[in-house]
């Protein structure tokens, strides 16, 4: 329970800014391009954590590389209560960024370590749903405190640093479900690894993480934007409501995935993902928010669906010194979708307004559900094809 708690809460702390994004584009005078940048000094950096440190609590332990994660995110936090400028978002976007990498793959492998054999599919949706939860359990939260709560700029920020604290001593307190082993200065080289028996699924896997990450990161860049320019809201509690529609969604979605097959629930998850996308760019063309959210709602829902079954594929057969190196690959492809679409949307954004580039997004949607729908294969199917 700690395992999911410190997970939840460090990517809780991690959605924090999204519904301060538009208060720092009218109040310090950040543009589109600035926000999809945070978004960028976010991933990164957890791309960078992610391939360092992956491997990390094999040898130190799973609640050691926990603690850590939690504390770079505190500090992220506490830097971001003085934000006036673009460095400093930035700068504290890092911090979390680094966290967020570190929790990725050590603090989930600690989140499966500690999962109950049954039913089969629950640790596939506790490590895949747990993120989900927390980025929509921050959203909300944060939306509600900066539109409710006395100082919108840092009462969140505060909120969030307290969670983390709470989170990191009762991880302290929990078992370790690790031995501590030799080799952790080695273990800290660049390494991207996995086992062969998931090489056959993983390029299916890794084009339902492609299209759901950056969907998700479109979400965080450009979203706040266009509630704001297009659905014509300004209420920070409507902003992290819309994040969390896409996000929370996923939870209830996982369990559903749960009933088929690997192969099935990719397929299923990703035609239903695609529907959900034609919905919210014929929400932005109309200015519907209501129809915005309900059309999000089913992409998330969707998305759940199909990353769970992704993982759950990838996670078939592996034992407690597979899992680390899985997450680290999984959270690489994962990360990288979510950063270099948005660093490439955060240029065009000068270019091309938000509603022609949610169309990208959707053109992306298309080309990856197409290619699941033909490619995507069953563990054992694509251990006999290998």
């Known amino acids: 329970m700690s395992a999911v708690l410190s997970l939840t809460t460090a990517f809780a702390a991690s959605s924090t800014p999204i519904p301060l994004f538009n208060i720092y584009r009218a109040e310090d005078g950040f543009s589109n391009a600035d926000i999809s940048l945070a978004v960028v000094a976010f991933d990164v950096p957890t791309l960078a954590a992610l391939l360092l440190m992956g491997r990390l609590s094999n040898h130190v332990g799973r609640r050691s590389t926990a603690i850590a994660s939690i504390a770079l995110l505190a500090l992220g936090c506490l830097l971001l209560l003085n934000l006036h400028d673009i460095g400093t978002l930035l700068a504290g976007r890092v911090l979390m960024g680094l966290g967020a990498g570190l929790a990725s793959s050590n603090v989930t492998a600690y989140v499966v370590d500690a999962a ?46 307290g969670s983390l604290s709470v989170s990191a001593v009762l991880v ?26 998931i090489r056959g699924p993983l390029p299916v896997a890794a084009a339902v993480f492609l299209s759901t990450w950056a969907t998700g990161a479109f979400y965080q860049a450009f979203v706040p934007g ?43 998850g990703m035609a239903v993902f695609l529907a959900g996308w034609i919905g919210i760019t014929t929400a932005i063309t109309v200015g519907s928010l209501p129809e915005f959210i309900a059309a999000t709602v089913v992409a998330g829902a969707a998305q759940g669906i199909a990353v769970s079954a992704a993982i759950r594929g990838l996670l078939h057969g592996s034992t407690v010194a597979d899992r680390a190196p899985i997450f680290s690959v999984i959270y690489l492809i994962c990360y990288s979708a979510a950063a270099f679409p948005s660093l490439l949307s955060g240029r065009l954004s000068s270019t091309f307004s938000l509603p022609q580039i949610a169309l990208g997004y959707a053109g992306l949607a298309l080309v990856t559900t197409l290619f699941t729908v033909v490619a995507a294969r069953n563990p054992h199917q694509a251990l006999a094809k290998g």
Do not use: N
């Open 226 to 268: 266009l509630v704001e320019d297009q659905l014509h809201s300004r209420s920070t509690l409507v902003l992290g409501l819309v994040f969390a529609a896409f996000m929370s969604p996923s939870v209830l979605g996982a369990p559903i995935g749960g009933r088929w097959t690997p192969a099935t629930g990719q397929r299923v």
């Open 172 to 197: 302290a307190v929990s078992p370790e479900t690790v031995a501590r082993a030799p080799g952790a200065l080695r273990s800290l080289r660049p390494s991207v690894s996995v086992p062969a028996r």
């Open 116 to 161: 109950p054999a049954r039913p089969v599919w629950l640790a596939s949706v506790a490590s895949s749903q747990t993120v989900t939860l927390g980025l929509a359990v921050g959203a909300i939260a944060s939306g509600a405190l900066v539109q409710y709560g006395p100082w919108p700029r840092h009462l969140t920020y505060l909120v969030a640093v």
